[in-house]
């Protein structure tokens, strides 16, 4: 079996990812889309998984070069192939649905979610196979300050009082999440370091207690990323 995995920048790699898809069997095809790339045929992999980045889905080509290819893939993919889409990768998603994304904006100033998040399980989340042997609420790793709006016909499978859209379902395949699982406590310092300035930007955040967090909760985001690949590998 084989996934492809759309990276959109090289600090944010597959992370928990790799070695659970090594476990499981499963190859990675990982297009590294700030260099030059050439997607394959969609009957050629088992499955899509899109990681997150700094872009908005918003911006132009020239902020955003690979948008239009990863969308025109995506859509293709629908209904094809099973795809989850992190962060970014869940914003993808829902545009190329038709849904609206947008800088989060609550009583005119910028929301922002960084840090270790609880999250809520809807109804239909604890129900859906994407989060079998998950607990409720779920431990996640934020890193937005974007939002989706729900596309049609899709269903809504975590929620969160500041950001209501955290992860949908649309069809019986595809899965959007605008949360991590994936991210090392490696990544989290690195992303720390790349994001300093947006990171301080109208939101308070403790470098060194985030980094001490991601400490805290590796083998517990581990463990959740391993589950979601396996749960992920019983869509078809």
Request: proline residues 6%; contains cysteine.
């Amino acid at each position: 079996m084989k996934f492809l995995v759309f990276q959109h920048v090289p600090h944010e790699p597959p992370g928990f990812i790799t070695q659970a898809a090594q476990e499981a069997g499963v190859a990675l095809e990982i297009v590294e889309l700030w260099k030059s790339y050439k997607l394959p045929d969609v009957d050629s992999v088992d499955g899509l998984i899109i990681m997150g980045g700094p872009m908005g889905v918003y911006e132009d080509k020239d902020k955003y070069p690979s948008k239009n290819d990863e969308l025109l893939f995506i859509k293709k993919a629908l209904g094809q192939i099973p795809i989850l889409g992190f962060c970014l990768g869940g914003q993808l998603l829902a545009n190329a649905l038709g849904a609206k994304v947008y800088p989060n904006v609550v009583n005119n100033k910028r929301l922002k979610e960084i840090g270790y998040y609880d999250v809520e399980l809807t109804e239909e989340g604890l129900n859906d196979p994407i989060f079998k042997g998950f607990t409720n609420p779920v431990k996640v790793l934020q890193w937005h300050g974007d939002v989706f709006d729900m596309p049609e016909k899709a269903t809504l499978l975590a929620t969160y009082k500041d950001c209501p859209h955290q992860a949908f379902r649309y069809g019986d395949k595809a899965y959007g999440m605008l949360f991590h699982f994936e991210f090392t406590p490696e990544m989290v310092s690195k992303q720390i370091e790349m994001d300093r300035e947006w990171i301080h930007d109208g939101f308070e955040i403790d470098e060194d207690e985030l980094k001490k967090q991601a400490k805290e909760n590796e083998n517990l985001m581990k463990t959740q990323c391993k589950q979601l690949l396996m749960n992920f590998l019983t869509i078809r």
